[in-house]
């Protein structure tokens, strides 16, 4: 009893789950459930589906390349039972885990950083042209008018004080 | 090599009928319409075509015959004098010669007549070229007549001739007539050759095939040879005289010592003397067949077949003295052995069989040894004996080189084990088990998973441990229950014998790396605080979208009136709704009232200067914005004027009221399925199909 990994999207399949197809090749595909069947039935490659994980890896979605992968590989060679290393994998697989997740989230928040960067790029961009909708230019230029006055009220004012000391 | 397919030959047709193929092939397969004002170039190649194509379809036909009928010349000499015997070679010979005369006389006269055909000026005279031609082929073909109804007379009878092949091995049987030739062939193979009690029943040579030794040998009956020369000897007779002559085979000689054939002792000895030319480098067999009746002169054959038998062992012995010998030929003659036999009674019938089979296959081993293909073989070859062979063992040649080696331990349990019995009762074994618990060592017996079944109850009542063969580093480890499956992993996947070493290794890579991030997450923390967008700005930013999206929904409606969205107010239309939106921007009050008034005064004057604006508004619409203005540019437009537009889309908004979105852009033409749920299909019970599909 074993685990599989589902042909298209790569998922767990459990014991139990799940259907098998084995072509006459003597080849096995064993997928999670009858969506990745059909998709296989319909020769679309997992590799262009968004869906899929071998899509997301191969996009640069999620970590592809880690030391943590080369823990879990299939033996072809029958190994025998010994009860101190199988105790000692358990352990380990679970250090491993957690060692990858780790590693899985500073990925993804890598990956992040180039998004967020070009949406605040595009924030300010909105703001400095879309700032008419909201702040109509005759407003705009409304206050400009009255600043103006303003500034002209106060030279005038200075003007007349300049004209009085003068006198 | 040659092969003999004289059965294949194809079927040779008259010479009338040849003749009358060839012309409804040529009438069939060319050209038929010509006409005088035809270019002559064109008259000329269409005449051609047909004396060539005849010449061509004479050759093809010829030629087939030529190559179906086995030259003589080429051909094994078996069937060569087999040829002559039957058909008569020389007349065979002529034949074949003939129609290869003529097939060369029609090519030369077809190149002729093309030549001529070249300078053809006219239809007519084409015409009577080509007419000249195919007549002159037709005649030459005629003239041999004589020769096609003789090879069809050969091909008939070569086809019903037995299929001897001349390489193979072979038994012949030979024989004075009516001595049991017949009847030993249908003992020996499977053929049902006609037996009769009188003399010349066989007229010709039959084939049967036997296996022997795993071998295909084919065994060839001939019919009786008289004593006379060979001058005299008729077809019948020659026709054995041919198979003995030239196939390389065991002769199995019958004679008759009870002479019931009609034919005496003395001359059925005689033949076999007289035929001792044609026994050269063949193993002769001498068989005395019908031991069921009385031999009155039986002392006699012993003596006289046993004289043929030292006869061979002095020949081998000296050379010279045979040439001294004054019965020359009675001396020369030596025989493999003789048996005797009664096809009646089936007694000795296989043991001459195996005898004449095993002589034949030696001499022919010999032979190929002796050849030299044997020899480039036999210097290739080498015979390797391993080292420890005694080499006198090896010369008393014995098969097995090497004795298989079994170890000491293996011997002592093959021994108790033959001494011991096997479990038959419970206690019995329960007892063994015991014994087995306390001292494992000393025990010889091995008790079978097998007799553990039987004593506990049988198949399906017990089942056995298998756990127990276990071969693990530590005894206590054979009942371990190992987890296969954890967080989503197979343990399998991940054993390794060095997987504390790599654990280690990841988490020192793993702490290094943590380092590393630590120092560049702080310096980008500090890059992302510069450039954040304080509360106010990101409220803006909000606002802006919000506001987008708006005039978004709203052009939808603005391209189709039908299908917009009433919640959707991008430009308010009343000037409340307007004054209340500068007010949210932040407008200022007295600047607004001053806007408003500005654009209400110019749109009066606007409206004073164009006197045939249309009739009055409703109170409402009075007050609109100049948007409203433009709309009315609608008139004309299949319109009379911006009322009736007015009105005819309030009636279509009207009749579309309570349609759904979709529903609006059907057609008449378009699908539609009236009842989406037919009771019919829906209700009732289930029993054949299902629910979906009925």
Not at chain 2, 512 to 520: C, I, K, S
Not at chain 2, 595 to 601: F, K, Y
Not at chain 2, 606 to 614: G, I, L, M
Request: net charge positive.
């Amino acid at each position: 009893m074993r685990l599989e990994k589902c042909y298209i999207c790569s998922s767990t399949v459990y014991p139990g789950h799940g259907i098998q197809f084995i072509r006459n090749d003597a080849k096995v595909f064993r997928f999670c459930r009858s969506k990745c069947r059909k998709t296989f039935h319909m020769k679309r490659n997992p590799r262009y589906l968004k869906w899929t994980k071998a899509y997301r890896k191969s996009h640069g979605k999620e970590m592809a390349v880690d030391s943590t992968f080369e823990f879990e590989r299939k033996r072809q060679r029958i190994e025998r039972y010994d009860r101190e290393l199988v105790g000692k994998t358990i352990q380990a697989i679970q250090k491993v885990d957690a060692v990858r997740t780790k590693r899985e989230k500073e990925y993804y928040k890598n990956r992040m950083k180039q998004a967020k960067k070009q949406s605040q790029k595009t924030a300010v961009r909105e703001l400095e042209k879309g700032i008419s909708l909201i702040e109509p230019d005759i407003l705009r230029v409304n206050q400009a008018v009255k600043a103006k006055d303003a500034v002209q009220q106060s030279v005038a004012m200075l003007d007349e004080d300049r004209q009085a000391n003068d006198s | 090599m040659v092969t003999y397919n004289l059965k294949k030959i194809q079927l040779v047709p008259g010479a009338k009928d040849l003749i009358d193929i060839v012309l409804s092939k040529t009438q069939r397969k060319t050209p038929t319409v010509i006409h005088r004002h035809y270019a002559i170039a064109r008259i000329r190649q269409f005449y051609m075509r047909k004396v060539k194509f005849a010449q061509q379809t004479f050759h093809d036909k010829l030629a087939q015959i030529l190559e179906d009928f086995p030259q003589v010349d080429e051909i094994h000499p078996f069937y060569a004098d087999l040829l002559n015997v039957l058909y008569d070679r020389d007349h065979y010979k002529l034949a074949l010669g003939q129609v290869s005369k003529a097939k060369s006389l029609i090519d030369n006269l077809s190149k002729e007549y093309l030549r001529l055909l070249k300078y053809g000026d006219s239809l007519y005279r084409c015409k009577m070229l080509k007419r000249a031609a195919v007549g002159r082929m037709c005649t030459i073909v005629k003239r041999l007549a004589s020769a096609f109804s003789y090879l069809e007379q050969v091909r008939q009878h070569m086809a019903r001739l037995p299929s001897i092949d001349p390489h193979m091995r072979c038994l012949i049987i030979a024989g004075y007539p009516n001595v049991g030739k017949s009847s030993f062939m249908n003992l020996i193979t499977r053929a049902n050759v006609d037996v009769q009690p009188y003399p010349f029943t066989t007229k010709s040579l039959y084939v049967g095939h036997m296996d022997y030794k795993y071998l295909r040998w084919q065994v060839i009956d001939t019919p009786g040879i008289l004593d006379k020369p060979l001058e005299e000897r008729n077809t019948i007779e020659m026709q054995s005289i041919t198979a003995l002559a030239h196939l390389r085979a065991a002769v199995l000689f019958f004679l008759d010592p009870s002479e019931h054939c009609g034919y005496s002792w003395e001359q059925q000895m005689a033949l076999l003397y007289s035929l001792e030319p044609l026994f050269v480098d063949k193993p002769v067999i001498v068989v005395c067949n019908k031991t069921d009746l009385s031999w009155s002169n039986a002392q006699r054959v012993e003596e006289e077949l046993n004289a043929l038998l030292d006869n061979q062992q002095e020949k081998k012995g000296t050379v010279s003295e045979l040439e001294t010998n004054n019965n020359k030929k009675q001396q020369r003659l030596t025989i493999c052995g003789w048996r005797k036999m009664s096809t009646l009674e089936k007694t000795g019938v296989i043991q001459v069989r195996n005898a004449a089979c095993d002589w034949l296959l030696s001499q022919r081993v010999e032979s190929k040894v002796r050849g030299p293909r044997a020899q480039s073989i036999l210097n290739r070859l080498h015979v390797a004996i391993p080292a420890g062979v005694d080499q006198n063992q090896q010369e008393a040649g014995e098969l097995s080189l090497c004795r298989p080696f079994i170890p000491e331990s293996v011997w002592k349990k093959r021994q108790a084990t033959t001494t011991n019995t096997a479990f038959h009762t419970e206690e019995e074994m329960e007892r063994e088990e015991e014994d087995e618990n306390k001292q494992p060592k000393q025990s010889n017996v091995v008790v079978l998973e097998k007799d553990r079944e039987m004593a506990h109850g049988g198949a399906g009542v017990y089942s056995s441990d298998w756990n127990k063969q276990y071969w693990m580093r530590d005894e206590s480890w054979k009942y371990d229950i190992m987890p296969e499956i954890i967080q989503g992993h197979n343990i399998m996947d991940f054993v390794d014998a060095d997987i504390d070493e790599r654990l280690a290794a990841l988490e020192e890579e793993e702490v290094a790396r943590e380092a590393m991030m630590n120092v560049d997450n702080d310096e980008e923390e500090q890059q992302e605080g510069e450039q954040a967008l304080d509360q106010e700005t990101q409220q803006r930013l909000q606002r802006i979208r919000e506001k987008k999206a708006l005039l978004i929904r709203g052009r939808s409606k603005s391209r189709n009136p039908i299908g917009a969205n009433k919640m959707t107010k991008a430009h308010p239309k009343r000037s409340e709704d307007w004054k209340q939106q500068w007010k949210e921007l932040g407008m200022d009050e007295s600047f607004l009232q001053s806007t408003t008034q500005q654009i209400i005064s110019n749109r009066s004057q606007s409206r004073e200067a164009k006197s045939h604006s249309p009739a009055p508004r409703s109170s409402s619409r009075s007050t609109s914005t100049y948007r409203w203005n433009q709309t009315k540019a609608d008139a004309g437009k299949g319109f009379l004027n911006h009322q009736q537009k007015q009105k005819a889309m309030r009636l279509a908004r009207k009749a579309i009221r309570g349609i759904s979105k979709k529903d609006r852009r059907k057609g008449e033409a378009d699908r539609t399925i009236y009842n989406e749920n037919p009771k019919h299909l829906l209700a009732g019970k289930r029993k054949l199909g299902k629910t979906q599909r009925r």
